[in-house]
């Protein structure tokens, strides 16, 4: 961009130019000199504006441009780290799946025997049971018949009851194991299980 002088005022200021004899006033030339300094100043100026403007453009593009290219960056691995946490956990589902079923193959492979053992053990305390009621009611009247010996094993036994009280909680859980084994063993592996998941 840049600035000129019209024609029209380079006419006007040859009218101020006078040839007096042998005297030259220039008055219209100095104008002009002292215009042209002004307009070439006023050039420079813009000049330096024009490319200050430019300048300032070309950053503020650079800028922008850095900008989209940084978001676009962001963007690629930001999606890039989720996809591949998203990959990483789809991968340990899968794997905790197989795990899980290997390991409840595995549990319910080691309990076959200690349900037998359990069944068994049941069948032999019922037995244990029924001989215990048949041996109080049929041969433990008529083997102890002296009420001294009653008074005797009563004072034995009073003390042990008192003891047995005071482990309730023992007997409660022995209690609840001899009444449904395979539900108090499955009730265990569950709790210790359950820390695990």
């Known amino acids: 961009m840049t600035i000129y ?19 030259h006033v220039y008055v219209g030339d100095a104008v002009e000199s002292g215009i042209d300094w002004a307009i070439a ?7 330096w504006a024009l490319d ?13 441009d850095v900008f989209w290219d940084l978001t676009d960056t962001i963007d690629y691995w930001v999606n890039r780290i989720f996809n591949e946490i998203d990959q ?6 899968d794997w905790w799946d197989a795990v899980w079923d290997d390991i409840r193959d595995w549990v319910e492979a080691r309990l076959e025997p200690i349900k037998d053992l359990i069944s068994d053990t049941r069948t032999w305390l019922s037995k ?23 008074d005797w094993i009563k004072a034995r ?3 042990i009851e008192k003891d047995v009280a005071q482990h309730s909680s023992w007997f409660d859980l022995l209690k609840e194991l001899m009444t449904d084994p395979e539900k ?3 009730d265990r592996i569950c709790s210790m299980l359950a820390r695990f998941i």
Do not use: G, H
């Not at 200050?52 to 922008?64: F, P």
């Not at 009621?133 to 083997?143: A, E, G, I, Q, V």
């Open 5 to 23: 002088k019209p024609s029209w005022l380079r006419a006007w200021l040859d009218n101020l130019n006078w040839d007096i004899l042998t005297w």
């Open 41 to 47: 100043w006023l050039n420079d100026l813009l000049d």
């Open 52 to 64: 200050a403007w430019n300048l300032a453009w070309d950053a503020w593009e650079k800028a922008v």
């Open 88 to 93: 990483w956990w789809d991968d340990l589902d």
């Open 128 to 150: 244990l049971d029924t001989w215990w009621d048949n041996f109080k009611r049929d041969t433990l009247p008529n083997l102890l018949s002296f009420s001294w010996f009653n």
């Open 157 to 159: 036994i009073t003390p």
């Open 184 to 186: 108090w063993l499955l």
